[in-house]
């Protein structure tokens, strides 16, 4: 696993889990999926996460979505 795919697993379990608590607990759980949400859409716009710099941390190798180095053109 790399840590692409650890951020969109573990994106995908934050709003998961959010939607089911908001629907079992209170409606106030889909704060975390916006959060999740806006946090997503500002990775994608600057190249920072903070769950990936944990991940990175951890040892996991870096994927192509967070990764420091510039994109390559093969054109």
């Known amino acids: 696993m790399n840590v692409d795919r650890a951020v969109f697993a573990i994106a995908g379990t934050m709003i998961l889990l959010s ?3 908001a629907h079992f607990v209170s409606a106030y759980w889909l704060l975390l999926t916006a959060f999740v949400g806006l946090n ?3 990775a994608a716009f ?4 903070p ?3 944990v991940f990175r941390k951890l040892g996991l190798k870096p994927g192509a979505a967070f990764s420091c180095a510039a994109p390559s053109s093969d054109r």
């Open 19 to 21: 939607l089911a608590l």
């Open 40 to 42: 997503m859409l500002q």
């Open 46 to 49: 600057t190249g920072f996460c």
């Open 51 to 53: 769950a990936a710099s």
